[in-house]
């Protein structure tokens, strides 16, 4: 038994097999799926994690059937050739002592492409395409073909296999009446609702046989309207269960829903209360998911017996070696996964490969050259921002004698700031990270410590990285001086005290969030589940179909005024997994969204501004300042004439389109340059 997490760590008895521990690698769609000598990279990525200690994983949706593609020519299964493709994944992960299952996919009305199917001819809210209603013929041909991408994944050496039949996907359409709008055996009551789902099980079983896991997904929580009742849902994973699936993993919202599930601002463990309801009504194993990050949580869902087992899918995006890290009791060295979305979904819905903003390496793992030795190099990094801190430490683990400068007196540059964000609590772990690497890789970091380019100079560095950031840029606006007007920092480092009615110019990323900071009631404190319940109107109850009741409305100590130059949506240039939610949090608090504005003045008055031709005195107390940033590298020039070599990476480097994804991956990217050099 482990001491620590003997929960966790508890094998799990499947019968004909036995997973290692409790801890499930979730699907995710990577990209790497299509591309060229895609699969040699996951054989890697997959192995990778494998070695890291993880029970068993899955694959990214594969689909069954064209119809089912997700995008035109995304992955499918139909052959035996693909099916030989997949050996190279299946041989890797078994070499390093792991279990693979591939998911089977089919996106229904989801589907990127004019060939797309559902139960019903209904458009979804997400999608421009209007699908194809299946015909009864359809609908026998796909139960068939889910059955023999399953037999095939056996044949490729898969574990098992995963039917997706939540998050809105094709199955899932066929289970809830917002979608299923038949009236033949397919559609009506629920027990042909299901005959779908629960005939895909039954097939996929009597083609794989007895020692194969299944893992069927269901959605217990749907988040719209017209979803499943409760009662439904007990009804399927008991069925399920007797068709033969080997365990039922917990689906969360539809992608249509508008209630964020798993990005930043939702509270960790905030979804175990619903495969909770479940436990104990089957014999199978339960698998409970949605922002589980840290081997403790995970522990105490386990401990608590709201599952059996828990799925982590970007977490170990973020640290392929997160397992092996609980089990030898370094949790404090685990890379967590902050829930950001910048690098994993917010890349795949922009048809790029996934990474991850936190670990650059993911899914690049077959691209990074073996360690090279630098012992006997002596480097400097001045700036312990993201992009210091990711230099260092990678020059550090190859054994360089690294000395990082910091000015002032903490480690983190921005993150100092965006982690006083209501919802970003997750990027302290960024810094927890990486305070842990420093020891690990022995920087010597000096704090408190503004370097000239003499104090380089005179300590002989004759390599040097900058990292040195941002400067916020102060916009020529009459009046920008005056009392009135604080900057960004001032009100999120400084904390600086902030009258009930403000103006905020600029609406990119920190506009957005200091004005979620200014119209939080106690930014200081997390919100609590309970409150994110309220907020977006989670019925723990279940009273109505999808588990939906009506939001508290909110209240904010502030009226915000967000201000825009430019034309079009606010929240444009955010995340697209994460911009519409944040829209909305500001919406429902009241937030005087103005775009097309031009900035006349900032006197006793307020902010003077012009809106379509028309003069406006907005009568504020503050004017804050969110009007991006300048690079900040004045120890360049000095250092070069000096005839140091220099590299610029992070904000220092550019500070155009600078967010932490692009910090910390350009410090590894320094590093083995440097390296190489
Ligand atoms: P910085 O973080 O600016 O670090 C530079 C460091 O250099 C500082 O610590 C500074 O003190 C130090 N320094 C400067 N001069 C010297 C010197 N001469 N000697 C020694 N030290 C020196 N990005 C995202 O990707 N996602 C987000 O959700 C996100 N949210 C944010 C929210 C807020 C409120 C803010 C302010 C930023 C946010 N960012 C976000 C942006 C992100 O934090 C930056 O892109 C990132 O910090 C840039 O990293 P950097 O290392 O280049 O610079
Ligand atoms: P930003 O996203 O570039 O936004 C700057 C804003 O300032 C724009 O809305 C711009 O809007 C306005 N602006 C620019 N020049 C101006 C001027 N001279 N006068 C008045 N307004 C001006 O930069 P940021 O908000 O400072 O964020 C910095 C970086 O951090 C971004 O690249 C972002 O990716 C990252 N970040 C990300 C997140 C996230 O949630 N993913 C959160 C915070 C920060 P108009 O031109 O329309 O007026
Ligand atoms: Fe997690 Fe962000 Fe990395 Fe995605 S990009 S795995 S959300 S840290």
């Not at 693909?82 to 041989?91: F, L």
């Not at 809105?168 to 397919?186: C, H, M, V």
């Not at 504020?620 to 005839?643: M, W």
Request: net charge neutral; hydrophobic share 40%.
């Amino acid at each position: 038994m482990h001491a620590q997490y003997p929960f966790l760590f508890k094998p799990l008895d499947l019968g004909f097999t036995t997973l290692k521990n409790r801890v499930l690698m979730g699907s995710m769609h990577t990209g790497l799926e299509e591309a060229n000598d895609g699969f040699k990279a996951l054989s890697v990525y997959f192995a990778e994690r494998a070695r890291g200690g993880v029970a068993l994983m899955v694959t990214g949706g594969i689909a069954p059937n064209r119809q089912g593609w997700l995008t035109p020519f995304g992955a499918k299964l139909t052959t035996a050739a693909e099916a030989r493709a997949h050996q190279i994944i299946t041989q890797a992960v078994h070499a390093e002592d792991g279990k693979i299952a591939l998911q089977i996919l089919h996106a229904g009305r989801y589907a990127g492409h004019p060939m797309a199917v559902a139960p019903s001819p209904v458009r979804a809210p997400i999608s421009p395409i209007r699908p194809w209603e299946m015909s009864p013929r359809l609908i026998r041909a796909t139960i068939t073909d889910f059955a023999k991408t399953a037999a095939l994944a056996r044949e490729a050496g898969y574990d098992g296999v995963e039917i997706m039949g939540s998050e809105g996907y094709l199955i899932n359409q066929f289970i809830a009446p917002r979608t299923n709008k038949r009236s033949d055996e397919w559609g009506g009551t629920y027990e042909n609702r299901i005959r779908f789902p629960l005939e895909i099980m039954r097939a996929v079983r009597e083609k794989t046989g007895p020692d194969f896991i299944v893992i069927f997904r269901v959605s217990m929580l749907d988040l719209v309207e017209d979803g499943s009742s409760w009662e439904e849902v007990e009804q399927l994973a008991l069925a399920l269960q007797t068709a033969g699936a080997t365990m039922i993993n917990t689906g969360i919202g539809w992608h249509e829903a508008r209630i964020p599930t798993i990005a930043t601002q939702v509270p960790r463990g905030a979804y175990p209360w619903v495969t909770q309801r479940l436990m104990g009504k089957l014999n199978i194993p339960l698998i409970t998911t949605n922002r589980i990050n840290a081997p403790e949580e995970a522990e105490a869902i386990l401990a608590a017996g709201h599952a059996d087992m828990v799925s982590m899918a970007r977490p170990l995006l973020a640290d392929p070696y997160f397992v092996k890290k609980a089990w030898e009791g370094k949790s404090g060295s685990i890379n967590t996964c902050i829930a950001c979305n910048q690098a994993c979904l917010d890349h795949v819905f922009e048809k790029k490969n996934a990474s991850c903003l936190v670990n650059p390496r993911a899914c690049r793992e077959s691209e990074m050259p073996h360690p090279i030795a630098m012992t006997g190099r002596k480097i400097a990094v001045v700036g312990a921002g993201p992009a210091g801190l990711s230099c260092a430490t990678e020059l550090g683990a190859m054994g360089a004698a690294v000395h990082l400068f910091e000015a002032t007196a903490a480690i983190g540059g921005q993150f100092n700031m965006a982690k006083r964000v209501p919802g970003k609590e997750e990027f302290e772990e960024t810094l927890r990270y990486f305070q842990n690497r420093l020891e690990e890789t022995g920087v010597q970091l000096h704090l408190n410590h503004r370097v000239s380019p003499e104090d380089l100079i005179l300590q002989e560095f004759k390599e040097v990285v900058i990292a040195t950031g941002v400067v916020p840029r102060k916009p020529p606006i009459e009046g920008i001086d005056h009392p009135k007007v604080l900057s960004y920092i001032d009100v999120l480092l400084h904390q600086k005290p902030v009258g009930k009615k403000v103006a905020v110019i600029g609406a990119g990323g920190i506009g957005f969030d200091v004005s979620v900071y200014l119209t939080t009631q106690y930014p200081e404190q997390p919100e609590s589940i309970a409150d994110y319940q309220e907020e977006w109107g989670i019925d723990t109850k279940y009273a109505h179909r999808g588990g939906l009741k009506t939001p508290t409305p909110e209240v904010s100590p502030r009226q915000v005024w967000l201000l825009k130059r430019s034309k079009g949506k606010f929240g444009d240039t955010l995340g697209k997994t994460t911009g519409w939610a944040h829209r909305i949090t500001l919406k429902k608090r009241g937030v005087n969204m103005i775009g097309e504005v031009g900035y006349e003045k900032i006197d006793d008055q307020g902010l003077h501004i012009r809106v379509k031709g028309e003069l406006m005195v907005l009568d504020v107390d503050h004017v804050v300042i969110c009007a991006g940033q300048e690079p900040f590298r004045k120890l360049q020039e000095p250092l070069e004439t000096a005839g140091v070599y220099v590299q610029l990476i992070g904000g220092a480097n550019e500070a155009g389109e600078l967010d932490a994804q692009r910090a910390i991956a350009e410090g590894l990217d320094a590093a083995l340059l440097l390296a190489n050099r």
